[in-house]
Structure formats: structure tokens, C-alpha cells
Nanobody, 119 residues
Framework: QVQLVESGGGLVQPGGSLRLSCAAS????????MGWYRQAPGKERELVAT???????NYRDSVKGRFTISRDNAKNTLYLQMNSLKPEDTAVYYC?????????????WGQGTQVTVSS
């Protein structure tokens, strides 16, 4: 069983910064993709950014140039540095890890951390 625990959310003014962290524990396949997703009230969950175990990244257009995803494979920890935050970034942010191997596909989610951007 894999557990993901997010931290770092909170209330920040527009233009401010936050850094989210996600600590993964359990049996994790070495070749995997970790990512951040978010869900605002009344909206569907959407991808924010992903990063493979090899370091390849992908971002949604609205956060490019403002958010940076990174990971520490030795610590099984995922990060999201969020700068120049906007009110529309307000959402619950979820950490995700997934992989596919000979045994099958696995997909795990954290419990989420609230990010509120407001003056």
C-alpha cells in the first residue's frame, strides 16, 4: 500500500508564493510518474503538472512560467513551487503517483491540501 501525504497549503495574497510537498511511503515502483492535480469548488479535478522518475515535466498552460514541479527520488518526495499566485489558482491540490509494470497498473492519491489565493 502506498500513502501520499501533502503539506504546504494555506492562504496567500495574489502575487504571493507557496510550496507544496508530498511525501510518498510504501512499496513504490521505481519507474513512475508523480503529479499535482487540483479541484476547485464545482469544477472537475484537473492536471496541474507531472514529472516522471526520469525528470520529464509537463504543465497545464495556465501555470507555465509560474509553477515548478520537482522531486527527490531518494526521499520519494514531490514538490510544487507556486509563484505569482492568482485567485483562480484557489483549489484543493492533490498529489498523485502512478505506474504500470508487469504486475499491473497502480494509481494513488493523497488527501489534498487547500490553497486559497485571496486579498
Amino acid at each position: 500500500q502506498v500513502q501520499l501525504v501533502e503539506s504546504g497549503g494555506g492562504l496567500v495574497q495574489p502575487g504571493g508564493s507557496l510550496r507544496l510537498s508530498c511525501a510518498a511511503s510504501g512499496i513504490i515502483f521505481g519507474i513512475n510518474t508523480m503529479g499535482w492535480y487540483r479541484q476547485a469548488p464545482g469544477k472537475e479535478r484537473e492536471l496541474v503538472a507531472t514529472i516522471t522518475s526520469g525528470g520529464m515535466t509537463n504543465y497545464r498552460d495556465s501555470v507555465k512560467g509560474r509553477f515548478t514541479i520537482s522531486r527527490d527520488n531518494a526521499k520519494n518526495t514531490l514538490y510544487l513551487q507556486m509563484n505569482s499566485l492568482k485567485p483562480e489558482d484557489t483549489a484543493v491540490y492533490y498529489c498523485n503517483i502512478r505506474w504500470t509494470n508487469l504486475i499491473g497498473a497502480r494509481n494513488y492519491w493523497g488527501q489534498g491540501t487547500q490553497v486559497t489565493v485571496s486579498s
